[in-house]
């Protein structure tokens, strides 16, 4: 393959910054990116990358005063799946990650990356948690469902995961094969004591988070399959929606 | 540790291919191929190309005798289309320019139009009257007829009959090294180094194309990236030959990922529509097959694949009667070729899946209906031919039942669990007609190693290692005296294919046959040297040792006697293993090999994961214990793909995937623990010994897992690869789901 991509590698966080005001369209932060990125061309992308994989953004995982977990946007998959913050903490989490992708990609794909490029399976899983989004220059951090807008030209720098003693998640991705595989379904949960989020993505379409009270009465919410998507899709991920939900509510019921 | 060529390069990721390592000079060669798959080429003006600085060749079928055409029972197949298309990513012209960027430019400045033809795309429907034709002979390639008994009468004793019907997908070789290779031409010849399994073949084939001498076309096939058949096909090589050839420029030309997805042979999807039927004891009477081929556009080895698969159709159990058709039709799905399994996955699958519903259907337990109806050990072959007794059929039967029962899994709501099992036999080596025999050399080269030259080729099944550990059994030499020269038209005698799992069984019978006749050339020229009698020497590490007065280093080393002597030489030659059979193409040697796979069904989803798989092959002692594990897990995981993961769908003749991440090959996750238990006993008589482990471990895994299948499920597979959608749709229709 000819990966004919510019990079550039900023010396620290402002220096990233800048050079993106400078580059506008023209440039793309990025951060463990491989050549093989799903819909890329063989080239890979036009933009120049602005290679964010060098610098600090502090630690990978730190567990704030509050209990949440805050997590390094330019982390690599793989160190957090082996993060052993993050298996205590949030053991679904360091599960899913070895079905994100291979070894070798993930390995090199980031945290940050996987949330903002539009595809990746791990907003699912962070849409249910309410994980919350902290970019560079703006103190507020915002959830993932309020990013609705283009928010390529700011850094992202951190993840916050609020405090999950209470609830309890679940994960699942269905690909063509084990790992490393384009995801067809992408379905997660979380259910805290009187309410459930509920998130799905099938195949490409944006994912659609639906909050409703637990435990739940009556059938699952139409909303939650909707996008132009074979009835396949949308009967695995009501399948497994239900058979989640159900296994949790018979834990309940013991 | 065995001296393989470029083992530390391979291990270190710094191993590089044929194609790589172009003399200074080397021009860039590119291929300009048909967007459309059924066309007649109106117009191809190339003029402008040519006159392109910085191109130096640009070549269509106008600069290939107009007579010459590839392939091996029907010759169908121009290396640049002639007046039609017949595929899409069919290559109709090639460039070579100074640089890539001049290349393309001069592919851009290529004028021409083609008229669309209507595009054949089911094999059923090719066979239509009305069906537009790809070939002036029709779209009948191939057609295989074969009864024995009368099946009608004998499915009217039967106590239990069933049907089924199985179409296989069309998987894609995906070798890592893509097809490619560099020509470099002298003022009488070239030089081309491309992969290839038989560098002979090759070489005749394009010395006839540029009209040479066999003699001035030098051919290095060896080693290779990876090929499952796919490079047992002339891929490039003649394009590239000619490029170079009018270029008089060395030219490299390697193909793209998307256009080998499209260019590359493929595996033959077929249908295949099965009848057996049993009595009340469980003994097979009664076969009828109705197979169908999908073939793609040109001939290449369908007919052969076609032939194989319907010989393996009765897998290996004894039917009182068969009646079996098979029919191989062109259509415009690029080009179906040799695939590891050759046509034989297909066929042994269906029927694996057929006997145990027929088994299930007269209750009685798989293993034990296998054992009832296993083919005797001195039985004829499947099609009534006489072959190599086969008495270690039961000792694989034997060996399945005897494997330890997996503990079933914990009884779930999510997840259906099933066990499968398949016994299957393949004939080895070519069908009667070969090309069966072989030559090799044993040489004392001038610098004192004993060395095995063949044309046979290395493609990572491990060839080489396999040669120099029977070099070492034979010759009880040091590793450092022995050498193994494979791969090139060099070796100054035809090995014949690496291909339909013999390399293995070639190289031990030429050095069998050679051993002696060499070891006296040696001990000749040692006796004369040391001026004493031969039977006072040894052989041993380095050199000839006198007996009466042992050391512990050689009297004589190999490389001062070859210093004295010279090259020492023995040219080997041995006939083929065969017999020949009037209307049907038979094999003589056949392995045989059984399997049993574990699969999980996911209720909610669909999905099937294979949770484990034992081979059993029985293959003799295996010579280089690894690389015989090697084939046999890297057979699972291929077996794996073609059952759950892998087709190359074609729409209208388009190719739709184009790249690995729509067509999905089983990664490391999605392979289960793999168990090889290799049954080492053979006949004592047996005239080779060992049996060739390449196709075998396939051709039994994948029935296992396909049967695993429905043994969860309790409903066969229809179509493989098998789809969530399906299984999902069987477990609705059985009120199964959540």
């Given at each position: 393959?000819?990966?004919?991509?510019?990079y550039?590698?900023?010396?620290?966080?402002e220096?990233?910054?800048s050079?993106?005001?400078?580059?506008r369209?023209?440039?793309?932060?990025?951060?463990?990116l491989?050549?093989?990125?799903?819909?890329?061309g063989?080239?890979?992308?036009?933009?120049?990358?602005?290679?964010?994989?060098?610098?600090?953004?502090?630690?990978?995982?730190?567990?704030a005063?509050?209990?949440?977990m805050?997590?390094?946007?330019n982390?690599?998959?793989?160190?957090?799946r082996?993060n052993?913050?993050?298996s205590?903490?949030?053991?679904t989490?360091?599960?899913?990650?070895g079905?994100?992708?291979?070894?070798?990609?993930?390995?090199?794909a980031?945290?940050?990356g996987?949330?903002?490029?539009?595809?990746?399976?791990?907003?699912?899983?962070?849409?249910v948690v309410?994980?919350?989004?902290r970019?560079?220059?703006n103190?507020r951090?915002?959830?993932?469902?309020?990013?609705?807008?283009?928010?390529?030209?700011d850094?992202?720098v951190?993840?916050?995961v609020?405090?999950?003693?209470?609830s309890?998640?679940f994960?699942?991705?269905?690909g063509?094969r084990?790992?490393?595989s384009p995801a067809?379904?992408?379905?997660?949960?979380?259910?805290?004591?009187?309410?459930v989020?509920?998130?799905?993505?099938?195949?490409g379409?944006p994912v659609?988070?639906v909050?409703?009270?637990?435990p739940?009465?009556?059938?699952?919410d139409?909303?939650l399959?909707?996008?132009?998507t074979?009835?396949?899709l949308?009967?695995?991920a009501?399948?497994?929606?239900?058979g989640?939900l159900a296994?949790l509510?018979?834990?309940?019921m013991? | 540790?065995n001296?393989?060529?470029?083992?530390e390069?391979?291990l270190?990721?710094t191993?590089?291919y044929?194609?790589?390592?172009q003399?200074?000079g080397?021009l860039?060669?590119?291929l300009?191929?048909?967007?459309?798959?059924?066309?007649t080429?109106?117009?191809?003006?190339?003029?402008a190309?040519?006159?392109?600085?910085?191109?130096?060749?640009v070549?269509?079928?106008?600069?290939?005798?107009?007579?010459?055409?590839?392939?091996t029972?029907?010759?169908?197949?121009?290396?640049?289309?002639?007046?039609k298309v017949?595929?899409q990513?069919?290559?109709?012209?090639?460039?070579?320019?100074?640089t890539?960027?001049?290349a393309?430019?001069?592919?851009a400045?290529?004028?021409?139009?083609?008229?669309?033809?209507p595009i054949?795309?089911?094999p059923?429907?090719?066979?239509?009257?009305?069906?537009?034709k790809l070939h002036?002979?029709g779209?009948?390639?191939s057609?295989?007829?074969?009864?024995?008994?009368?099946a009608?009468?004998?499915?009217?004793?039967?106590?239990?009959?069933?049907?089924?019907?199985?179409?296989?997908?069309?998987?894609?070789?995906?070798?890592m090294?893509?097809?490619?290779g560099i020509?470099?031409?002298?003022?009488?010849?070239?030089?081309?180094?491309?992969?290839?399994?038989?560098?002979?073949?090759?070489?005749?084939?394009?010395?006839s194309?540029?009209g040479l001498?066999?003699k001035?076309?030098?051919?290095?096939?060896?080693?290779?990236?990876?090929?499952?058949?796919g490079?047992?096909?002339i891929?490039?090589?003649?394009?590239?030959?000619?490029?170079?050839?009018?270029a008089?420029?060395?030219?490299?030309?390697?193909?793209?990922?998307?256009?080998?997805?499209?260019?590359?042979?493929?595996?033959?999807?077929?249908?295949?529509a099965?009848?057996?039927?049993?009595?009340r004891?469980?003994?097979?009477?009664?076969?009828?097959a109705?197979v169908?081929?999908d073939?793609?556009?040109y001939a290449s080895?369908?007919?052969?694949?076609?032939d194989?698969?319907m010989e393996?159709?009765?897998?290996?159990?004894?039917f009182?009667?068969?009646?079996l058709?098979?029919r191989?039709?062109y259509?415009?799905?690029?080009?179906?070729?040799?695939?590891?399994?050759?046509?034989?996955?297909?066929t042994?699958?269906?029927?694996?899946?057929a006997?145990?519903?027929?088994?299930?259907?007269?209750?009685?337990?798989?293993?034990?209906?296998?054992?009832?109806?296993?083919?005797?050990?001195?039985?004829?072959?499947?099609?009534?031919?006489?072959?190599?007794?086969?008495?270690e059929?039961?000792?694989?039967a034997?060996?399945?039942s005897?494997?330890p029962?997996?503990?079933?899994?914990t009884?779930?709501?999510?997840y259906l669990?099933?066990t499968g099992?398949a016994?299957?036999?393949?004939?080895?080596g070519?069908?009667?007609?070969?090309?069966n025999?072989?030559?090799g050399?044993?040489?004392?080269?001038?610098?004192?190693?004993v060395?095995?030259?063949s044309?046979?080729?290395?493609?990572?099944?491990?060839l080489e290692?396999?040669?120099?550990?029977i070099l070492?059994?034979?010759?009880?030499?040091g590793?450092?005296?022995?050498?193994c020269?494979?791969?090139?038209s060099?070796?100054?005698?035809?090995?014949?294919?690496?291909?339909?799992?013999?390399?293995?069984?070639?190289?031990l019978?030429?050095?069998?046959?050679?051993?002696?006749?060499?070891l006296e050339?040696?001990?000749?020229g040692a006796a004369?040297?040391l001026?004493?009698?031969?039977?006072a020497?040894r052989?041993?590490?380095g050199?000839?040792?006198?007996?009466?007065?042992?050391?512990?280093?050689?009297?004589?080393?190999?490389?001062d006697l070859?210093?004295?002597?010279g090259?020492?030489?023995?040219r080997?030659?041995?006939?083929?293993?065969e017999?020949t059979q009037?209307?049907?193409k038979?094999?003589?040697?056949?392995?045989?090999?059984?399997?049993?796979?574990?699969?999980?069904?996911?209720?909610?989803?669909?999905q099937?994961?294979c949770?484990?798989?034992?081979?059993l092959p029985?293959?003799?002692?295996?010579?280089?214990p690894?690389?015989?594990?090697?084939?046999?897990?890297?057979?699972g995981a291929?077996?794996?793909g073609?059952?759950?993961?892998?087709h190359?769908?074609?729409?209208e003749?388009?190719?739709?995937?184009?790249n690995f991440?729509?067509?999905?090959i089983?990664?490391?996750?999605d392979v289960?623990?793999?168990?090889?238990?290799?049954?080492?006993?053979l006949?004592?008589?047996d005239?080779?010994?060992i049996?060739?482990?390449g196709?075998?471990g396939l051709?039994?895994?994948?029935?296992?897992?396909?049967?695993a299948?429905?043994?969860?499920?309790d409903?066969a597979?229809?179509?493989?690869?098998?789809r969530?959608?399906?299984?999902?749709g069987?477990l609705a229709?059985q009120g199964?789901?959540p």
């Open positions: 393959m000819n990966v004919d991509t510019a550039v590698r900023p010396a620290d966080m220096d990233a910054i050079i993106k005001a400078s580059l369209a023209a440039g793309m932060y990025g951060c463990g491989t050549a093989a990125q799903l819909g890329w063989v080239k890979g992308p036009e933009q120049t990358i602005i290679d964010i994989s060098g610098l600090d953004f502090g630690p990978d995982v730190c567990l005063d509050s209990g949440s805050v997590l390094a946007a982390a690599p998959l793989e160190r957090l082996l052993p913050l993050i205590g903490q949030m053991p989490f360091a599960d899913f990650l079905y994100v992708g291979s070894t070798a990609m993930r390995n090199q980031s945290l940050g996987n949330l903002l490029w539009g595809a990746g399976d791990l907003e699912v899983l962070f849409a309410d994980a919350k989004l970019f560079a220059g103190g951090a915002q959830s993932l469902g309020q990013i609705t807008s283009d928010r390529s030209d850094l992202l951190s993840i916050i609020p405090a999950l003693q209470e309890r998640i994960v699942e991705k269905l063509h084990q790992a490393f067809r379904v992408v379905v997660a949960g979380c259910v805290g004591r009187q309410s989020r509920l998130a799905v993505r099938l195949a379409n659609v988070l909050e409703t009270s637990w739940m009465n009556g059938p699952l139409d909303a399959f909707t996008g132009d074979d009835i396949h949308k009967t695995v009501h399948n497994l929606l239900r989640h296994q509510a018979q834990q309940d013991a | 540790m001296a393989v060529t470029g083992l390069e391979k270190r990721g191993f590089r044929l194609a790589e390592g003399p200074e080397t860039h060669g590119a300009l191929t048909s967007p459309l798959a059924h066309a080429i109106r117009r191809l003006d190339v003029s190309a040519r006159s392109l600085n910085g191109v130096h060749a070549v269509t079928a106008a600069d290939v005798p107009s007579d010459f055409l590839m392939g029972a029907i010759l169908d197949r121009p290396p640049l289309a002639r007046a017949r595929f990513g069919e290559p109709i012209a090639a460039v070579a320019a100074e890539k960027a001049i393309d430019a001069a592919l400045l290529i004028a021409f139009e083609l008229e669309p033809l054949v795309s089911a059923r429907d090719a066979l239509d009257e009305g069906a537009a002036d002979s779209n009948l390639c057609d295989f007829i074969y009864s024995r008994g009368d009608r009468a004998d499915f009217e004793d039967c106590a239990h009959v069933i049907d089924h019907t199985l179409t296989t997908p069309r998987q894609v070789p995906a070798a090294e893509l097809e490619g020509c470099i031409p002298s003022p009488t010849g070239i030089e081309l180094r491309a992969a290839t399994h038989s560098p002979f073949y090759t070489r005749s084939l394009i010395a194309m540029l001498p066999d001035e076309v030098r051919v290095i096939g060896s080693p290779i990236g990876g090929s499952y058949g490079k047992e096909e891929h490039i090589q003649p394009v590239l030959a000619l490029l170079a050839w009018t008089r420029r060395p030219v490299r030309l390697v193909l793209e990922r998307s256009q080998s997805m499209a260019f590359a042979t493929t595996r033959h999807p077929f249908e295949i099965l009848k057996i039927g049993c009595d004891a469980g003994r097979l009477l009664a076969l009828t109705d169908l081929v073939n793609g556009a080895f369908g007919p052969e694949v076609l194989t698969g393996c159709i009765q897998s290996a159990y004894a009182k009667s068969v009646s058709r098979g191989l039709a259509t415009n799905n690029g080009v179906g070729g040799a695939f590891r399994g050759f046509g034989a996955l297909q042994l699958t269906a029927i694996e899946l006997v145990d519903i027929l088994a299930r259907k007269a209750s009685i337990d798989p293993l034990a209906f296998r054992r009832i109806n296993l083919a005797g050990a001195n039985d004829p072959g499947p099609l009534g031919q006489a072959i190599i007794p086969q008495p059929l039961s000792k694989v034997d060996a399945l005897a494997l029962v997996w503990r079933d899994e009884p779930s709501q999510r669990s099933g099992y016994l299957v036999r393949k004939g080895e070519f069908a009667g007609g070969g090309p025999g072989a030559s050399v044993l040489a004392l080269t001038l610098d004192g190693q060395t095995f030259q044309s046979l080729v290395e493609m990572g099944q491990g290692s396999t040669v120099r550990n070492l059994a034979s010759f009880d030499l590793d450092a005296d022995i050498c020269a494979t791969g090139s060099d070796a100054g005698a035809d090995s014949g294919p690496t291909s339909a799992s013999r390399g293995t069984q070639i190289a019978r030429l050095i069998r046959a050679g051993k002696m006749p060499f050339k040696l001990y000749v004369e040297i001026q004493v009698p031969m039977d020497l052989l041993g590490p050199g000839f040792y006198q007996r009466m007065a042992p050391q512990n280093k050689p009297d004589l080393s190999l490389s070859a210093a004295s002597a090259e020492i030489v023995t080997i030659d041995i006939p083929g293993i017999t009037a209307g049907v038979v094999h003589t040697l056949f392995t045989a090999c059984a399997a049993r796979a574990g699969v999980r069904i996911d209720r909610w989803t669909g099937v994961v949770t484990g798989l034992d081979l029985a293959c003799g002692p295996p010579i280089s690894l690389a015989f594990h090697g084939q046999m897990t890297g057979a291929q077996a794996l073609f059952c759950l993961t892998e190359q769908p074609y729409e003749g388009t190719v739709m995937a184009r991440d729509s067509y999905f089983p990664t490391i996750a289960p623990d793999i168990n090889v238990h290799p049954v080492t006993w006949a004592p008589d005239p080779v010994g049996r060739g482990a196709e075998i051709n039994a895994a994948a029935p296992a897992i396909a049967n299948v429905a043994s969860a499920l409903a597979p229809t179509h493989l690869p098998v969530p959608e399906w299984v999902l069987v229709r199964r789901t």
